[in-house]
């Protein structure tokens, strides 16, 4: 059985920084790109980051661009996503998934196209 569990949330200042990982276990984890996505109260939610099985290719929201790094350590059986630069907007509950194909070329921005969740991990910035 899938699990995929974050870490890492917390209360930050603005223009601050976090680091959340997300630890899984009950896959072939280096065979399945991963992804972060956010949901803010009261807002859908929303794609922020993904990575491919390999950590060679990765995509990201234009609103998180120049600003969060996603990467992973296959042998961990760990992603991470290191935000710097915080922002208020950058405030949500923020979720781990994976993808449910194990290509990276079929797109990553859809919720759809992953089938294991995290239970989320807060991310509150104070501004």
């Known amino acids: 059985q899938v699990q995929l569990v974050e870490s890492g949330g917390g209360l930050v200042q603005a223009g601050g920084s976090l680091r959340l990982s997300c630890a899984t276990s009950?896959?072939?984890?280096?065979?399945?790109?991963m992804g972060w996505f956010r949901q803010a109260l009261g807002k859908e939610r929303e794609f922020v980051a993904a990575?491919?099985?390999?950590?060679?290719?990765?995509e990201y929201a234009d609103s998180v661009k120049g600003r969060f790094t996603i990467s992973r350590d296959n042998a961990k059986n760990t992603m991470y996503l290191q935000m710097n630069s915080l922002k208020a907007a950058d405030g949500a509950v923020y979720y781990c998934?994976?993808?449910?194909?194990?290509?990276?070329?079929?797109?990553?921005?859809?919720?759809?196209?992953?089938?294991?969740w995290g239970q989320g991990t807060q991310v509150t910035v104070s501004s």
């Open positions: 009950g896959l072939t984890f280096n065979s399945y790109p």
């Open positions: 990575i491919s099985g390999s950590g060679g290719s990765t």
């Open positions: 998934a994976k993808k449910r194909l194990m290509s990276f070329r079929t797109g990553t921005a859809g919720e759809s196209q992953y089938d294991s």
